[in-house]
């Protein structure tokens, strides 16, 4: 999330916000009575599909896919300009 936010915000800054929103950050919180860690960024969030898709793995990183998506985009949109 936090790749994605900052690779949008490179076409549009305003993404970020302004003021302290537009610090990246990444906190994990550990609650062992409940046995619920917590895990929170100020990126741009996942939709329902991203999350079924990516929550489930270990440090799996949407990124690549991300990148791959944009490049096809930029390819998309080069080629009907």
């Known amino acids: 999330a936090l790749d994605k936010i900052r690779l949008l915000s490179l076409s549009d800054s305003s993404v970020l916000g302004s003021g302290s929103t ?9 609650d ?10 100020s990126g741009i969030g996942m939709t329902k599909e991203e ?15 991300f990148l791959a ?6 390819k998309s949109s080069g080629a009907s300009s």
Do not use: F, Y
């Open 69 to 74: 998506k944009m490049a096809e985009l930029q």
């Open 22 to 30: 537009t610090d990246l950050a990444i906190e994990i919180r550990s």
């Open 32 to 41: 062992e009575n409940l046995k619920v860690i917590e895990i929170t960024d």
């Open 51 to 65: 999350l079924v898709r990516n929550l489930g793995t270990v440090a799996k990183s949407g990124t690549s896919e």
